[in-house]
Nanobody
């Protein structure tokens, strides 16, 4: 099993920044890809960004490209999401997820999930 714990959410004004963290523990060696998803009230969970433990390959949703940056610290088994130039439409619960195979933008393909952290952007 893999446990994921997110932190770093909060309330921020539009144009501001936040950094989310995801601490992975347990059988992390069984995972290959780490990702961030988000879910706003009344909407489906959507892909935000993903990265592989083994290399720096990353992938972003078009809606966050150029504003968000995903990174990982293999030694600490941590994954981060730096969010800049935040907009009101970025308001959502943000989830960290892990899977044992290659990058995927589909939430159904991820095996492990954190409990989520709320990000609220005020306009």
């Amino acid at each position: 099993q893999v446990q994921l714990v997110e932190s770093g959410g909060g309330l921020v004004q539009a144009g501001g920044s936040l950094r989310l963290s995801c601490a992975a523990s347990g059988r992390t060696f069984s995972t290959s890809t780490m990702a961030w998803f988000r879910q706003a009230p009344g909407k489906e969970r959507e892909f935000v960004a993903a990265i592989r433990w083994s290399n720096s390959n990353s992938y972003y949703a078009d809606s966050v490209k150029g504003r968000f940056s995903i990174s990982r610290d293999n030694a600490k088994t941590m994954v981060y999401l730096q969010m800049n130039s935040l907009k009101s439409e970025d308001t959502a619960v943000y989830y960290c997820a892990a899977r044992s195979q290659a990058l995927s933008t589909s939430y159904a393909r991820y095996d492990y999930w954190g409990q989520g952290t709320q990000v609220t952007v005020s306009s």
